[in-house]
Nanobody
Framework: QVQLVESGGGLVQAGGSLRLSCAASGSIFSPSIMGWYRQAPGKQRELVASITRSGVSNYADSVKGRFTISGDNAKNTVYLQMNSLKPEDTAVYYC?????????WGQGTQVTVSS
């Protein structure tokens, strides 16, 4: 059974930085795509950023230029470096891993940005 273990959330002031990590384990296969989504109270879950095993990344317009996603294929781990954080970035951040025929989600990590 695939497990995604997330870490790195917390409380930070506006303008600060946080780095999220997500490690996938439990499968002999590697995910083809890993990404981060977020869900704020009362809002739908939305894509923040994703990256393929070949290194192609995709970002939501709201985070372009501030967030950077990177991956370590050998460790099946994805990172999200978040800089210049804004109060509107406050949300629960979820890691997602896409495998052949099935996707998996992490348990979520809270990111709170104070003004």
């Amino acid at each position: 059974q695939v497990q995604l273990v997330e870490s790195g959330g917390g409380l930070v002031q506006a303008g600060g930085s946080l780095r999220l990590s997500c490690a996938a384990s439990g499968s002999i296969f590697s995910p083809s795509i890993m990404g981060w989504y977020r869900q704020a109270p009362g809002k739908q879950r939305e894509l923040v950023a994703s990256i393929t095993r070949s290194g192609v990344s995709n970002y939501a317009d709201s985070v372009k230029g501030r967030f950077t996603i990177s991956g370590d294929n050998a460790k099946n781990t994805v990172y999200l470096q978040m800089n210049s954080l804004k109060p509107e970035d406050t949300a629960v951040y979820y890691c997602k891993a896409d495998y052949y025929q099935r996707n998996y989600w992490g348990q979520g990590t809270q990111v709170t940005v104070s003004s």
